[in-house]
T-cell receptor, first 114, second 111 residues
Framework: DAGVIQSPRHEVTEMGQEVTLRCKPISGHNSLFWYRQTMMRGLELLIYFNNNVPIDDSGMPEDRFSAKMPNASFSTLKIQPSEPRDSAVYFC????????????FGPGTRLTVT | QQQVKQSPQSLIVQKGGIPIINCAYENTAFDYFPWYQQFPGKGPALLIAIRPDVSEKKEGRFTISFNKSAKQFSLHIMDSQPGDSATYFCAAYQAGTALIFGKGTTLSVSS
């Protein structure tokens, strides 16, 4: 299996622009998570889906952030409009049912908003 | 409260030393307590996990010690190597929810 796939790996954009991050979970996994990692705040859970349905979005910072999971093999995290304080590494992770404490993380997208 | 408190924030040890990272929790409903390891430029990956009805678990040089009455658990790395230099996260899992991660400990093992 290729693991969790994220794209792009790096994104540099200007303040005010729309940013879309993409994730393909591991085939057969039924849960998907979006995290944000910064030095100051550590690893923050933004939102997670179970069977393509959003279960907990309490970590989404504000209305500028939105996430979708139209099917079991694809999810997006959108930031519109982006701000410099959104600069971080964004991770997508997926989880199956055999070992529910094991989340498989993608390589991350490093976002820089100037 | 749904929180896992991790300490120390950073740790420097000599090669061969035994770094210890500690975590504490409040919620007694957690089912598993995993540890994740993250190398620079990579996503975190599961290292080892323990259930609350077990007091100790070893996998290679990595050991989790679990104290249910104190609501604390710790990671010990025996004979640490420079290749163990990474950020370590403790976490807690309750059925049907996302993992709750600690803030992380950056470990540096000098040769």
């Amino acid at each position: 299996d290729a693991g969790v796939i994220q794209s792009p790996r790096h994104e540099v954009t200007e303040m005010g622009q729309e940013v879309t991050l993409r994730c393909k979970p591991i085939s057969g996994h039924n849960s998907l998570f979006w995290y944000r990692q910064t030095m100051m705040r550590g690893l923050e859970l933004l939102i997670y889906f179970n069977n393509n349905v959003p279960i907990d979005d309490s970590g989404m910072p504000e209305d500028r952030f939105s996430a979708k999971m139209p099917n079991a093999s694809f999810s997006t995290l959108k930031i519109q409009p982006s701000e410099p304080r959104d600069s971080a590494v964004y991770f997508c992770a997926s989880r199956g049912t055999l070992r529910p404490y094991e989340q498989y993380f993608g390589p991350g997208t490093r976002l820089t908003v100037t | 409260q749904q929180q896992v408190k991790q300490s120390p924030q950073s740790l420097i040890v000599q090669k061969g030393g035994i770094p210890i990272i500690n975590c504490a929790y409040e919620n007694t409903a957690f089912d598993y307590f995993p540890w994740y390891q993250q190398f620079p430029g990579k996503g975190p990956a599961l290292l080892i996990a323990i259930r609350p009805d077990v007091s100790e678990k070893k996998e290679g040089r990595f050991t989790i010690s679990f104290n249910k009455s104190a609501k604390q658990f710790s990671l010990h790395i025996m004979d640490s190597q420079p290749g163990d230099s990474a950020t370590y996260f403790c976490a807690a899992y309750q059925a049907g929810t996302a993992l709750i991660f600690g803030k992380g400990t950056t470990l540096s093992v000098s040769s």
